[in-house]
């Protein structure tokens, strides 16, 4: 499918997986490979780096350039129902650590990571699968823990970044606006603040963390005004277009914004 689908492409397609224990964790026949919490209890990191050769080997084989991974969550809260054990554990330095060895291995055979799901999902109790986590933490605390392992990922050299669906008050007050699709996270947090120059993907946008406040195709409108350069899983993608060309019309957004957008992938694609 990969290979046909590039064939009949004009231009080359970036092709992508949310695969962070291997191809296996999305597809059959293939051995899923550990979760980051057993990665995590290993003292020796170059463990992680060679896991991380594997799974780009497994991504170029499927035609596969970009992974959604690793994840940079600090494991710091024990009712967390959707991070857990996909976290390299609760102590800052380990997670840095531990998700730039995964990183690296990746680039190295020639797959770009994605560190998620930023400004950090560890320390809520809700699965923004099904509603908006809220974090309520000053910014000092951010900066003392979930921003760690990210400023260190992108110091390392990461090529992506995947913004989780989250309400963070001292970030972006505005109700309802988590951070995929505030501009106050992606573009003045992430963007000037850490000064992260690589593609700056959404969670996906079918989850109710997003949909709940901007549905029917909403969510990718918002996240694109935002500062996001590519939408994942935005929805019934004809509805998604319509909506964007209308908010190019209200002078929600511009073309150039768009043409800055489109550059950036297309840099990455000749890169990948």
């Excluded at 350069?229 to 511009?254: F, H, W, Y």
């Amino acid at each position: 499918l990969v290979n046909y689908f590039q064939s009949i492409a004009k231009t080359p397609i970036l092709i992508a997986i949310d695969g962070e224990t291997g191809v296996g964790m999305r597809m059959d026949s293939v051995v899923n490979l550990p979760k980051m919490m057993m990665l995590g209890a290993m003292k020796d990191s170059t463990i992680v780096y060679t896991y991380g050769k594997w799974v780009a080997e497994q991504c170029k084989q499927m035609g596969i350039q970009v992974n959604f991974a690793p994840v940079a969550d600090v494991n710091n809260n024990p009712n967390n129902p959707v991070i857990n054990d996909r976290s390299f554990g609760e102590n800052k330095f380990k997670v840095a650590n531990m998700a730039i060895q995964y990183m690296l291995g990746m680039k190295d055979a020639g797959v770009m990571g994605s560190g998620k799901h930023f400004p950090g999902h560890g320390d809520v109790d809700v699965d923004s699968h099904l509603a908006l986590p809220l974090i309520s933490k000053s910014k000092e605390q951010l900066n003392e823990l979930e921003l760690y392992p990210f400023k260190k990922l992108f110091e390392a050299g990461v090529g992506s970044a995947m913004v989780g669906h989250l309400f963070i008050p001292v970030i972006d007050s505005t109700p309802n606006r988590g951070a995929s699709v505030s501009e106050k996270t992606i573009t003045g947090l992430l963007k000037n603040e850490l000064g992260f120059k690589g593609i700056v993907f959404t969670d996906a946008l079918e989850m109710k963390g997003v949909t709940d406040a901007f549905p029917n195709g909403a969510a990718g409108v918002e996240s694109l005004i935002a500062g996001v350069d590519m939408l994942c899983l935005p929805g019934e993608v004809a509805t998604v277009i319509q909506k964007i060309k209308e908010a190019i019309v209200s002078n929600r957004i511009s073309w150039k914004q768009i043409d800055e957008h489109v550059m950036k992938v297309s840099e990455t694609k000749y890169e990948t």
